[in-house]
């Protein structure tokens, strides 16, 4: 069968198959049915001297915030040796032609096919491999921002999870910054040029992450205590900063216990910390292990993500000159860290 014959027929296949995407609003369920192989795909990536096939769980592409969740799945082996796991790795002495406009090479073919389960999808690293292999294979490719991610991720740790790849990476395909990582960066206002991105800047930038995503997980109580607080002592603290309000809502509790005040966004003022006071003299007490608990907890998150932005002020500093280093130091100065920068 002539290569024209083979891509009529892989055209065919996949006119049959499911559509490109999933429809909106479809479950977790309805994603892993779709993906094929329970929701687990293949991930074809592409390593210095050859190709590696990867099993991820596809549904998290899929899921809310996918682009700023995924890559902190990447930081370091401790996060990934669950999440990631090899199949089978080649090394190809002509890489180059591995995967060229008229088809795939017999031997990148006949890896992925044996690797393939019925219906199992592939995650690639181009378009153009994903129009590729589609066209001459058959196979359905799965190509977005997301999928990049996970690229991402494989590149961060290839030294870990590829041990047998004894080629470095190319400038060109060098590690550098990810969707999700710039996310995190620029919800503190801080822009760093990718070229400057190294190991512990990632590091720091996954601390700030788990620090947020620590904190979303307790805002149902910290809404509920909020709504509370009003009713108590008619203080209106929904633009609150989340450790001021979690101090406000200890106070109430504990009103003995003494407390820095301050015109700071974290601290309560001396107005608001009288007012919290007395509506416990008054007599409206919350439950008082819950929000010491949740104080506490908060308390711990600021401090360990003021440590993170320290330490990042740090990097920043002994980074070489870049168009966007003295700008990230301003933004590291508004969170009251990295006093003392000696200029250049």
């Given amino acids: 069968m002539g290569k024209r014959a083979k891509r009529d027929r892989a055209r065919s296949r996949l006119a049959t198959a499911p559509s490109s995407r999933p429809p909106p609003g479809t479950s977790s369920v309805g994603f892993a049915n779709w993906l094929g192989h329970y929701g687990i795909i293949l991930v074809l990536f592409e390593t210095p001297s050859g190709f590696a096939l990867m099993h991820y769980d596809g549904v998290k592409l899929f899921r809310p915030k996918a682009l700023e969740n995924i890559w902190s ?17 080649e090394i190809f002495e002509d890489k180059a032609s591995a995967i060229k406009s008229d088809g795939v090479c017999f031997k990148l073919a006949k890896m992925i096919r044996r690797s393939l389960w019925p219906g199992q999808k592939l995650a690639v690293g181009k378009q153009e491999y994903k129009d590729i292999i589609e066209a001459s294979l058959g196979i359905h490719c799965l190509f977005d921002e997301a999928v990049l991610e996970v690229m991402w991720g494989l590149k961060n740790l290839i030294n870990v999870l590829l041990p047998d790849e004894k080629l470095e990476l190319t400038n060109e395909d060098r590690l550098q910054i990810s969707r999700g ?3 995190v960066l620029d ?8 070229n400057l991105v190294n190991a512990g800047i990632i590091d720091m930038a996954s601390t700030l992450y788990e620090c947020d995503l620590f904190e979303y997980e307790r805002d149902p109580l910290l809404e509920y205590g909020s709504k509370q607080l009003q009713k108590a002592s008619g203080l209106d603290s929904k633009d609150w900063d989340r450790l001021k309000l979690a101090t406000a809502l200890k106070l109430i509790c504990y ?3 003494e407390i820095e005040t301050g015109d700071s966004a974290e601290m309560l003022s001396e107005s608001e910390a009288g007012l919290v006071v007395q509506a416990h003299c008054n007599g409206h007490k919350l439950r008082d292990w819950i929000y010491l608990d949740l104080y506490k907890e908060i308390a711990w998150a600021h401090g360990v993500r003021r440590r993170a932005l320290e330490q990042l002020a740090h990097m920043v500093e002994e980074a070489p000159e870049g168009s966007m280093v003295e700008e990230a130091k301003e933004k ?4 009251g860290v990295g ?4 200029e250049t």
């Fill in 181 to 183: 990582m710039k996310s």
């Fill in 339 to 342: 006093c003392g920068w000696t």
């Fill in 73 to 89: 799945e990447f930081i370091n082996m401790d996060t990934a040796q669950n999440v990631v796991f090899l199949q089978k790795f």
């Fill in 187 to 194: 919800r503190y206002g801080i822009k760093i040029d990718a």
């Fill in 255 to 257: 009103p003995e216990d």
């Fill in 332 to 335: 590291l100065k508004l969170h």
